[in-house]
């Protein structure tokens, strides 16, 4: 059975029953020694943000997105195996690979029972989204606001940047009136800026009036990174912006030898960095910059953890 996409008017949404395992193991590097998992309702995101270096895969296409519709089921199923094992996750990471708030009722149900199993077995969800959460959701993680907490990312305020990078991203005014209802309701929210892209939406002024808005919506804590441009990533962009926008972008992530690398210069990010956590003083906010994107400069974790995590006790989370 296929269906067109929700909101996001192009590609083609295949309806599958269950995923071989309903969790991976596909972390932030921060993460891969606890006793965390990864979840994503679809496979393929409907979402195709032009940055993505998870969707350069050929078998993660925008336009052949594939929904889960048994996943609930699945879940509580492999929640309950996990459970006599005694080696249920702590947390589990949401939305790790795709966005499950595309605008599609089917993937919004699959969402909520999703989190309902996950909430009913006691596990902490970290749930990130660029997409809008209808109210049944909210409700959800409403009911259990000690067990989650939901990252909302806006990487810019600008139409620009917007059409540029990201066009069938919801936009940012609809994201920060999730964020208000979302709070109204009691669930811990923050923000994440991410990609930071060199020139396009990192000068003082575009961080400050973003961290600004932010705060008048009642976020305290956000997470910021700059674009990782791998070779995938460049590849996809170059075929999808503008030479001139490419050609812009490049020297940005150029070595000392004219090498292609993957992040921007450590002294300059270092700088950025810096000026971004006085701005968000200003606005007695927590900056915090990934660790995971920033490995030369920071270590640690930028996740709200649900209890301190003991270094790996040695259960397999899954079968062999
Ligand atoms: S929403 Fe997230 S996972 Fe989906 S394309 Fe954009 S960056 Fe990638």
Known sequence: MTQRFGVNKVGELLIRENKSRAFTTGLPQCLVDSRVLAFNVVSGCPVDCHYCKYQTKDTSRADTVHLYTMLGRQVREEL??????????????????????????????????????????????????????????????????????VTVNVASL?????????PRVATPEDR????????????????????????????????????????????????????????DVANRLARRVSRVQTALLGPWYRGP??????????????????????????????LLVCACRNADIYSGRCFVMPAPLKSPEKKKLFKE
């Open 80 to 149: 309950a195996s996990m459970t006599r094992r005694d080696c249920l996750p702590q947390m589990v990471l949401f939305n790790t690979v795709s966005e499950s708030f595309f605008g599609n009722a089917l993937a919004n149900q699959v969402a909520g029972e999703v989190l309902e199993a996950l909430f009913a077995a006691g596990v902490y969800v970290n749930l990130t989204t660029k997409g809008i959460m209808p109210r049944s959701v909210m409700e959800i993680a409403a009911r259990n606001p000690h067990l989650v907490t």
């Open 158 to 166: 600008s139409e620009s940047f917007h059409r540029l990078f990201e």
């Open 176 to 231: 920060f009136q999730m964020i208000r209802r979302l709070r109204e309701l009691g669930v811990p929210v923050r923000g994440r800026i991410e990609p930071l892209v060199p020139t396009e939406n990192d000068s003082p002024k575009d961080i400050e009036s973003l961290l600004a808005r932010f705060r008048e919506v009642g976020i305290r804590d956000v997470v910021v990174a700059y674009l990782h441009y791998g070779l």
């Open 257 to 286: 030898n004219g090498e292609t690398v993957h992040l921007v210069d450590k002294e300059y990010r270092k700088r950025k960095y810096a000026d971004f956590k006085q701005i968000a003083q200003k606005y007695s906010m927590r």
